[in-house]
C-alpha cells in the first residue's frame, strides 16, 4: 500500500486541487494508493470532502489573522496543531505530502519535514498565500499555477505545471446540455457562477440581461431565495444555488461571468469557456485580480474591476462577443491553453516520485 497525504483546507481553491490529485493517484496507482486528506472544520471543507469518510483528518490550526486576541492565543495553538499534524502523520505514514494551502496545511509541511518525509507544495493562484508561504520553507520542491507566483518563492524550486481539475468534469455535448436545462439551442447561453457562497455582484447582473440572452446562474445557497424570486418570470433562465458538479452547468454555455479565482479558471480552461471576470476585491494580495490578468494576459478573458462596473455597458459587451463568432473561438481557444489538460497527473507523477512508489 502506498499512503499519500494531501493537506488543503479552508477555501475551495485549497480543496479541489487536493482532490484532483488524488484522483489522478487512484487512476495511476488503482487499489494499491492509500489517500488521506488533512482539512480544517470548516463547513466547506465538510462539504467538499463529504464521502471521504475516515480518510479526513480534521486539524483545528490557529490563525493569525484574528486581531490581538487571535496573535496572543496563537502560541498555544500552535503548539496544539504541531503536536496533532505529527500524531496524524506518524499514523498514516504517508510516502509524500503535497500542500494546497490553507493554514491545517502549514503544520503538515512543518511536521511533515521535522519527520523526513518529502513535501511539495502546490499554489494555484498567481500571486501566493500567506499559508503557502510559510510551507515553502518545508517543502521541498514547489509546484506552481502560474509561472508569476514563482516571484514569491525561494528561487530555483518552482516549476510550472498548471491547475488541476478532476478528471470527472468533462463536456457533455452541447445540445444535449442545452436540452437537459430545458433551454432553447436557438439562442445563446450566458453562464453567471455566483460561487458557493453567492457573490451578489455577479448575481445582480443577472437582473439587467437583456431578454435575448439565456440565463444560468449558480448564485449560492444564502442568495437563493432573493435573486430566486426576483428571476421567476424571466423566460429562459435557470437559477440553482450550488452545483457539485458543474459540467452541465459550463457545457451549455458559450460565455461564462465570473470572479477569478484559481479553480474557477482551471475549470473555465477545461471547458474552453470564454471569461468575463470580475475579481473579488479585498482578497489576500489582490489575488484575483492577478489571476484575472493573467488570465486576459493569454487571450481567454476579459478583466471588469467590480467598484467601476456599469451593467449596461458590461451586457453590450457580451452582445459583441456573441455576435462575433469568431472572437468568441479565439477566446475560447485561448483559454483553453492556460493551463496544461494533464495538470492533476503530473503532479501525482511527481508525488510518486517523492514518495519512491512504482506507478
Known amino acids: 500500500m502506498n499512503p499519500f497525504l494531501l493537506a488543503g483546507g479552508g477555501t475551495g481553491g485549497h480543496i479541489s486541487p487536493a482532490l484532483a490529485v488524488a484522483e489522478a493517484l487512484e487512476n495511476r496507482l488503482g487499489w494499491s494508493v492509500a489517500i488521506h486528506f488533512a482539512a480544517t472544520p470548516r463547513p466547506v471543507d465538510r462539504r467538499m470532502y463529504a464521502g471521504m469518510g ?12 484574528r486581531g490581538p486576541a487571535g496573535l496572543l492565543k496563537f502560541p498555544f495553538g500552535a503548539v496544539r496543531a504541531w503536536f ?3 500524531s496524524m502523520i506518524r499514523t498514516i505514514s504517508p510516502g509524500a505530502i503535497l500542500c494546497t494551502g490553507g493554514y ?56 510550472v505545471v498548471g491547475n488541476p481539475v478532476r478528471s470527472s468534469l468533462s463536456a457533455i455535448p452541447k445540445a444535449e446540455a442545452v436540452a437537459r436545462m430545458g433551454l432553447d439551442p436557438g439562442r445563446p447561453v ?25 440565463l444560468v446562474l449558480q448564485c ?23 452545483e457539485d458538479d458543474p ?23 477545461r471547458f474552453r469557456l470564454p471569461g468575463l471576470l470580475i475579481p473579488l476585491p479585498g482578497v489576500s494580495r489582490d489575488h484575483q485580480t492577478a489571476n484575472a490578468k493573467e488570465a486576459e494576459a493569454a487571450g481567454g478573458a476579459r478583466v471588469f474591476a467590480q467598484d467601476t462596473l456599469d451593467p449596461a455597458e458590461f451586457w453590450a459587451s457580451i452582445g459583441h462577443l ?10 475560447s481557444t485561448c483559454m483553453a491553453g492556460l493551463f496544461p489538460p494533464d495538470t492533476a497527473d503530473r503532479i501525482a507523477r511527481v508525488l510518486i516520485e517523492a514518495s519512491g512508489a512504482s506507478a
Open 84 to 86: 496533532a499534524a505529527r
Open 104 to 159: 491545517s496545511s502549514v503544520f503538515c509541511a512543518a511536521a511533515g519535514r521535522s519527520m523526513g518525509i518529502p513535501v511539495l507544495l502546490h499554489e494555484s493562484n498567481a500571486v501566493a498565500g500567506r499559508a503557502n508561504r510559510c510551507s515553502s520553507r518545508f517543502a521541498s520542491r514547489i509546484l506552481l499555477g502560474f509561472g508569476r507566483a514563482a516571484r514569491d518563492f525561494p528561487e530555483g524550486r518552482s516549476t
Open 54 to 65: 475516515e480518510r479526513v483528518h480534521f486539524l483545528d490550526p490557529p490563525r493569525i489573522d
Open 322 to 331: 456573441l455576435s462575433d463568432p469568431g472572437a468568441l473561438e479565439s477566446m
Open 247 to 269: 459540467s452541465i452547468l459550463y457545457s451549455c454555455a458559450s460565455i461564462a461571468v465570473a470572479r477569478a479565482g484559481a479553480m474557477t479558471l482551471a475549470e473555465l480552461c
Open 190 to 214: 450566458v453562464l453567471l457562477l455566483g460561487g458557493s457562497q453567492g457573490a451578489r455582484t455577479v448575481n445582480d447582473l443577472a437582473l439587467s440581461a437583456p431578454s435575448g440572452i439565456q
Open 220 to 242: 449560492g445557497e444564502r442568495d437563493l431565495e432573493r435573486i430566486g424570486g426576483l428571476l421567476s418570470g424571466r423566460a429562459g433562465t435557470v437559477v440553482r444555488a450550488f
